[in-house]
């Protein structure tokens, strides 16, 4: 059984940084198709991150794509979402999710894709 804890998450203010962590036990982040996902109050879970590690690159949603950076530590088996140039928009629960699947791109916004997820980390970007 894989568990995934995220943390990191707190409040920040428009155009600070965060990074989020997804400590990753019961296997071995790269054995896994893994992503980030957020949501928002009212809103639908979406995807903001995610790969399948090997044979592709990581994909990132429009709205983050140069903000956001997914990565992986192998020796703390666990993975990061770096998160630069804050918005309000930004602001929801996010959350790491993770699938045996080798998902391909056209997936990774799947959430019943994902058969792993984590209890999630509030971010509030807010002055």
């Known amino acids: 059984q894989v568990l995934l804890v995220e943390s990191g998450g707190g409040l920040v203010q428009p155009g600070g940084s965060l990074r989020l962590s997804c400590a990753v036990s019961?296997?071995?982040?790269?054995?896994?198709?893994m992503g980030w996902f957020r949501q928002a109050p009212g809103k639908e879970r979406e995807i903001v991150a995610a790969?399948?590690?090997?044979?592709?690159?990581?994909y990132y949603a429009t709205a983050v794509k140069g903000r956001f950076t997914m990565s992986g530590d192998n020796a703390k088996n666990t993975v990061y979402l770096q998160m630069n140039s804050l918005k309000p928009e930004d602001t929801a629960v996010y959350y790491c999710?993770?699938?045996?699947?080798?998902?391909?791109?056209?997936?990774?916004?799947?959430?019943?894709?994902?058969?792993?997820w984590g209890q999630g980390t509030q971010v509030t970007v807010s002055s």
């Open positions: 790969t399948r590690w090997t044979g592709g690159s990581i």
């Open positions: 019961g296997g071995t982040f790269r054995s896994y198709s």
């Open positions: 999710a993770a699938t045996r699947s080798r998902l391909i791109t056209s997936s990774y916004s799947l959430r019943n894709m994902y058969d792993y």
